[in-house]
């Protein structure tokens, strides 16, 4: 790990929640057919959390990597915790939070183009 810097660190870091989840919904979710929906739901979110895991562990190389490590940082828990949590209880409490992350990362991808 030595040269990743905190943004490669909180990559990495992320990227084994992510697989934690992959594993938690792949193996332990079980839910009936009428709450299909609820699964997909959680399928988006581990893959949104997936990718931008990776895209972490690329921002110690962009120009200003606390910007683009904060942006994406705050985008996968905007987006992917409502999402995560709506899968786990039914509850879509904190859905409206989803389109706030999905902006946070569409910036924290330009930001690591700056």
Do not use: Q
């Amino acid at each position: 790990m030595a040269g990743l810097g905190i943004w490669g660190r909180v990559g990495a870091l992320s990227g084994a929640g992510a697989l934690g989840a992959a594993a938690y919904g792949a193996h332990g979710f079980r839910r009936s057919d009428r709450e299909e929906y609820l699964k997909e739901l959680y399928k988006t979110a581990n893959e949104y959390h997936f990718l931008h895991s990776l895209a972490l562990l690329a921002v110690p190389r962009c120009r200003r990597p606390l910007l683009a490590g904060a942006l994406l940082t705050s985008g996968m828990g905007l987006f992917c915790g409502p999402l995560y949590y709506h899968a786990w209880s039914g509850d879509p409490a904190f859905n409206r939070a989803a389109p706030v992350g999905g902006t946070f990362l569409i910036l924290g991808w330009l930001a690591m183009a700056l």
